[in-house]
């Protein structure tokens, strides 16, 4: 694989990392804040002993590849600091554009790093058919002021089924829909892939996807065979 790419070092973000790197040829490792803490560390050990390539991304950032274009609207730069401790708020914020479509990817960020990135942006930067969402639905992630920025049409939610965390929260939910934003679910629906010819969007779930009538008319939803599909159970 070409990148792979660490949102923030909280060990929910990182634990499966040191498989991946003993499993995979990558090409390079993206990060955001250097934080001091012992997993971020064996990690950064691991990858330079795979000689595999450390680059720290921050807000403004631009890369380029096959005509898709991206750019890092979070973290700020911390100037070669090195913080403390991991926080939701370090997580990388990248936005892809490819032909007419675009998705953001907002790690676990919360309202404090929303805040600061609707200060520095303008509203082309944020735009994004399709956003996942911060912080695996937390109520304190996707604010209505960040949403109103965006303006998805497609919300994608990783969530463990019956987390002890409560996610995703039922406010975080009302917000979405009160906006007209379609929601896939990792917890109701597995994994969810998102591809694009830079025209439409293409859906498709491990378990099988919302029916397509709840889908945008440029959005074509799909499901796996029936043999990968599960019961969902309430």
């Known amino acids: ?133 911060g912080h695996h639905g937390s109520k304190n992630s996707t604010m209505p002021e960040f949403l109103a920025a965006v303006q998805p049409r497609i919300g994608i939610i990783s969530s463990g089924e019956g987390n002890p965390y409560g996610h995703p929260s039922p406010e975080l939910l009302e917000r979405l829909e009160k906006a007209g934003v379609r929601i896939y679910r990792t917890d109701f629906d597995g994994a969810v892939h998102v591809l694009t010819d830079g025209t439409r969007l293409k859906i498709s779930c491990f378990v099988a996807c919302p029916e397509a009538g709840r889908t945008a008319s440029s959005v074509q939803s799909t499901e796996q065979p029936k043999q990968l599909q599960h019961k969902k159970e309430k």
């Open 1 to 133: 694989m070409d990148v792979v790419a660490l949102t923030h070092a909280h060990q929910d973000h990182l634990g499966g990392l040191t498989a991946v790197f003993e499993n995979f040829r990558v090409g390079k490792l993206w990060i955001g804040r250097e934080v001091s803490t012992a997993a971020l560390t064996q990690l950064e050990d691991l990858a330079r002993e795979k000689k595999i390539p450390i680059e720290h991304e921050v807000r403004g950032k631009k890369f380029s590849r096959d005509g898709a274009e991206g750019e890092f609207l979070w973290p700020e730069s911390s100037r070669g600091e090195t913080a403390p401790s991991a926080k939701n708020d370090d997580s990388l914020v990248l936005r892809l554009r490819y032909g007419n479509q675009s998705l953001l990817l907002a790690g676990d960020a919360e309202k404090e790093s929303e805040r600061a990135t609707l200060a520095e942006s303008d509203a082309n930067e944020l735009r994004a058919d399709v956003l996942k969402i």
